[in-house]
């Protein structure tokens, strides 16, 4: 029996990647008239999958059944799918063995990493984006996340949903971000968008930040686990930091680094971080 939640899934997914490929992209003429939806119409999907119109457009409605692992192959080819869209869609229409259950523990090893890096801001994500803990440094750096109430304490909220953070960023910088968290978390495919939490994370998010709503539409999948960012502190300024986000052994965690870029400047902001944070904070940020 085909499960309508796992449909809708794939078909919001055909439809996203579908709006994203230009005519031009596949040797197709735009023509001299304009087209009414961007991207491809899904006869034009259809044909280059070898699919019946008609059946594609099941499968995007979420009325089809699990297709055949050739039509996900051939949809990968029409769509022009890189690898991971394409093991993204295999798992959206339940042609992938699932994941294990992400995990929310933190191991004691994570924490000692954390501990042993006190001039790097350094936090753990899961799948959801939840902060499961961080360093002296990060707590400093992101405005005393440790003592928020814990439903607040996602990095999601943070970006979308909590104005004195979000204000923090450039607008281009909390895009790439928010396009990376989010397609983190539909590449692991464990199984916990059915969690309320989560459904209630993004339904919020929808509603409240146009942003979060326009990036959420794109079923971005693949993005760079690295990239540069500038945070405004309230305190000393402007601080520019590359980040790179690593996977560790638990399943759906992420371990985030932040480094200061080339130049004395950055690094001489986290130095005054961390004296400003030993004067406002606790010593100890472990969760």
């Not at 699932?98 to 994500?125: H, K, S, Y």
Request: charged share 25%.
């Amino acid at each position: 029996m085909t499960d309508p939640v796992r449909s809708t899934r794939l078909g919001d997914f055909l439809r996203a990647r579908r709006e994203q490929v230009r005519p031009e992209d596949i040797g197709l003429a735009s023509g001299p008239y304009r087209r009414r939806t961007p991207g491809l119409r899904r006869e034009e999907v259809a044909v280059r999958a070898a699919i019946t119109p008609d059946y594609y457009a099941r499968l995007e409605q979420g009325r089809a059944h699990t297709p055949s692992a050739a039509v996900l192959r051939s949809l990968s080819a029409a769509l022009l799918l890189t690898d991971e869209q394409s093991q993204h869609l295999h798992r959206l229409a339940a042609r992938a063995h699932p994941r294990r259950a992400a995990e929310r523990r933190l191991n004691p090893r994570t924490q000692a990493i954390l501990d042993g890096i006190p001039q790097m801001p350094a936090l753990v994500l899961d799948t959801m984006s939840n902060i499961l803990a961080c360093n002296h440094l990060a707590d400093v750096l992101y405005g005393g996340l440790l003592a928020l109430p814990a439903r607040e304490r996602n990095m999601l909220w943070q970006l979308f949903g909590r104005s004195c953070t979000r204000e923090r960023f450039d607008r281009d910088d909390l895009t790439r971000l928010g396009r990376l968290l989010i397609s983190n978390a539909r590449a692991d495919a464990t199984g916990f968008e059915e969690n309320p939490d989560w459904t209630d994370l993004v339904t919020t998010l929808r509603a409240t930040s146009p942003l979060f709503d326009r990036i959420w539409h794109q079923h971005h999948i693949g993005s760079t686990q690295d990239g540069h960012l500038r945070l405004r502190h309230d305190t000393i300024g402007p601080v520019d930091l590359s980040y790179t986000m690593l996977p560790l052994p638990e399943p759906g965690q992420r371990l985030v680094l932040h480094v200061s870029e080339p130049g004395p400047g950055s690094r001489t902001a986290l130095d005054l971080l961390a004296v400003i944070g030993h004067e406002q904070f606790a010593p100890s940020a472990k969760g």
